[in-house]
């Protein structure tokens, strides 16, 4: 149990459905975060949340739409995807900045398995 | 470009042996770096962090070592056990709190 719940762990939907991947973290982190993972690449950074406020946004096509009403809860909004979205998608949290009294890390969720037929 | 990278894909070793797994950085700007275990169907799992201004930090069978001067990361794993078995990710954090992964080791202990 690593503090970061994502709901659903697996998930199948056409290109034309609408669906969401909900993440929470029970950690009392300042930032969530959006990875994707497809076999054989690395980790790629979607968003950045500090505060809620969006602070990266590492060139994401608009069909996934981020959203974080408080700094405990993020979602990763999907619309009109594509076969090649279909990947593991990590939430992370961790605690900003860096001070010495906390470690920097970031804890991860156990992803969400998409899959777009 | 920059790039955080693993030098072999996959590594096998005998139950009870030392494992190494290496990493490569191009960010000489990247002050914390963290490696992770992931394990199939789980999220990728903290095992151990070193901060720039070290060059060494040992965990529970596990030590990093930092070279800043090639910029480069290992991990070492004592006497690997099956349980060891999985995919080890190397990460950089950058400007802000960017964090960027490498591909990925496989690593898989013969029992």
């Known amino acids: 149990e690593t503090g970061v719940t994502q709901t659903p762990r697996h998930l199948v939907m056409g290109m034309t459905n609408k669906k969401s991947l909900k993440c929470e973290q029970h950690l009392g982190h300042n930032a969530m975060y959006w990875y994707k993972q497809s076999a054989k690449k690395p980790l790629e950074l979607m968003f950045v949340y500090n505060f809620k406020e969006q602070t990266e946004n590492n060139s994401v096509p608009s069909r996934f739409s981020p959203e974080c009403p408080n700094s405990s809860h993020l979602f990763l909004h999907l619309h009109t995807l594509q076969p090649e979205d279909s990947a593991l998608y990590l939430c992370?949290?961790?605690?900003?900045?860096?001070?010495?009294?906390?470690?920097?890390?970031?804890?991860f969720g156990e992803g969400s398995r998409l899959t777009v037929l | 470009g920059e790039s955080v990278g693993l030098h072999l894909p996959t590594l096998s070793v005998q139950e009870g042996d030392n494992s190494i797994i290496n990493c490569a950085y191009s960010?000489?700007?990247?002050?914390?770096f963290i490696w992770y275990k992931q394990e199939s169907g789980k999220g990728p799992q903290f095992i151990i962090d070193?901060?720039?201004?070290?060059d060494k930090r040992q965990g529970q069978r596990v030590t990093v070592l930092l070279n800043k001067t090639v910029k480069h990361l290992s991990l070492q794993i004592a006497a690997t056990q099956p349980g060891d078995s999985a995919v080890y990710f190397c990460a950089e954090k950058r400007s802000g709190n960017q964090f960027y992964f490498g591909t990925g080791t496989s690593l898989t202990v013969i029992p």
């Open positions: 070193i901060r720039s201004n070290m």
């Open positions: 960010n000489s700007a990247s002050d914390y």
């Open positions: 992370a949290s961790s605690q900003e900045p860096y001070t010495g009294a906390n470690t920097g890390e970031l804890f």
